[in-house]
């Protein structure tokens, strides 16, 4: 999707910007469905009984403004792919929780655009440009607004400078690669991704395309339909990643019909880690990477020692990502 940007931030406003966003959500708080979708059946549940709000601020829509009656009756097929499972509540007392939920989903609105013109954000900015009367509400908007540029974009929202309150945002999890090309103007896609890694992971360190729809269905995301913030899944996920190593995308041997599997390329290795992969997991599931302790302890753990021995000098290193495409390079951002 082409994101449009003003000439000016003085001209940025929720219509001007992201207008196609205005009922596009992704499921991803934890639900019991997302949490057996990603678990090995052999594993089990996390240990951490949770309830469902333990993550909270995340499934809230990105909604900046209301939609005009055209397009009540033009998106609806697209609203369906991506409708939150709860509807909010009508209501004196939900006013406020509406008016920080729109808040919330405006700052989205602005972080993405600041992403997308690679340029760091304050909280002067914020609190001036978006939060403006709801200056006392600014702890609250800002989390919900970072936990989904997080858990749906897989942006972190990193404070680099504590006195001016100047944040950066980067790429999550030490991956270089946002699925968004040189050219284009879009929005970062690297959310999908790590949830296709987290997958991979709990499976065993294979997962079979079934199992990855499987999850991706309980975000709202479906095979063939396209979708308002990843495009045509499909393709993003078995050509795009990858050509870009971070997927492998094969045929299971000996079936018939044929079926494929997924698992970590490469340049997944080589970025990140698993255990990086199992925090974010743990926390989409409001708990710590120890409540998965098969994964924590047999994988995540022996991974990160492996990878300390490597970095030592006269150690093996990891494959090189240098074939990486010329066009990864220039949308990448530097961690710090």
Known sequence: MALKSPTHLSAWTPENYLPELAHCTLRIHSSPNIRAATEDPDVGLPNTPQSPQSFCSSSIAIKATSPSKSDEGSDSQEREDSLSTSQPLSGPKNVHLDALDAKAAMLVNYLLLKYQM?????KADMLNIVIKEYAVHFPEIFLRASEHMEMVFGIDVKEV???NH????????????????????????TGVLIFILA???????????????????????????KHCIFGEPRKL?????????????????NTDPAQFEFLWGPRAHAETTKMKVLEFLAK??????????????????QDEEEKARARIPGRAVFPSVATAS??????????T
């Open 118 to 122: 690679k340029e760091p954000v304050t």
């Open 161 to 163: 400078d504590h006195i």
């Open 166 to 189: 100047r944040y950066d945002l980067l790429i999550k999890l030490g991956l270089t690669y946002d699925g968004m090309l040189h050219d284009e103007v879009g929005m970062p896609k």
């Open 199 to 225: 997958v991979i992971f709990m499976k065993g360190n294979r997962a079979t395309e079934a199992e990855v729809w499987e999850v991706l269905n309980v975000t709202g995301i479906y095979s063939g339909r």
């Open 237 to 253: 996920i078995t050509e795009v990643f990858v050509k870009e190593k971070y997927l492998e995308y094969r045929q299971v041997p």
């Open 284 to 301: 989409v599931h409001g708990t710590d990477p120890s409540s998965f302790p098969s994964q924590y302890e047999e994988e995540a753990l």
């Open 326 to 335: 010329s066009s990864v390079k220039a949308r990448s951002l530097s961690h």
